[in-house]
């Protein structure tokens, strides 16, 4: 009787073993692609073998572009208010402008790594523009911050301006050649529209 009534509590627990409904969902991995860090290749400008700051992940390093580069563009904004009145307010304009492209700077660091940045951007081809951009800009603030001489500030953020657009054309692939080529093309449209018109 034992036996039987064993038997029949094994039976009775591989039936209800049997019946009861399985719930194994299967949910779909989502996959976003900038983020995803399988390809070691893709994105690698958001590597996390950064030197300085290794902890930073790639979603920190987003966030702090972004907010950088926000702040950069508000403070060149605010900057061009000054333009009208540049005689009275020239130091105003110098320290924003200044600000905005310090903000810039950080930005990529971020977006980069601050090491490679800076390895990058001091690297021998780079070396001149780098170091005349970095010069102008640290005695931009100091004229505006520390000597408050209004035409010494005028004149190294004017020098910024152009270790800007130097350091640029540098940096962008086919950057000389790519304004020269256009200015040669600005000249032919010109000199041919004014063959045209009656002067």
């Not at 966030?63 to 540049?86: D, E, K, Q, R």
């Not at 971020?110 to 780079?126: D, E, T, V």
């Not at 640290?138 to 004149?155: D, E, N, R």
């Amino acid at each position: 009787m034992s036996n039987l009534k064993s038997d029949l509590d094994e039976y009775l627990l591989l039936q209800s073993d049997q019946k009861k409904p399985s719930f194994n969902v299967k949910l779909p991995q989502l996959k976003v692609p900038f983020f995803s860090s399988s390809d070691p290749e893709a994105n690698s400008f958001l590597k996390d073998t950064d030197s300085c700051f290794p902890k930073l992940s790639r979603l920190q390093r987003i966030v702090g572009f972004v907010a950088c580069l926000g702040m950069g563009a508000l403070c060149m904004t605010l900057s061009t208010f000054y333009i009208p009145v540049l005689i009275l307010k020239a130091r105003k304009f110098a320290l924003l402008y200044t600000l905005g492209s310090l903000f810039f700077i950080l930005s990529f660091c971020f977006l980069s790594g601050f090491g490679s940045f800076l390895k990058q951007m001091f690297s021998k081809p780079r070396l001149l523009t780098s170091l005349s951009y970095s010069s102008c800009l640290i005695l931009t603030l100091y004229c505006a911050l520390v000597a408050k001489s209004t035409a010494f500030t005028v004149l190294f953020a004017v020098a910024q301006i152009i270790a800007l657009l130097f350091m640029v054309l540098g940096t962008v692939p086919g950057g000389a050649t790519g304004l020269k080529f256009f200015g040669q093309l600005f000249k032919s449209t010109v000199s041919a529209s004014s063959s045209v018109l009656p002067v």
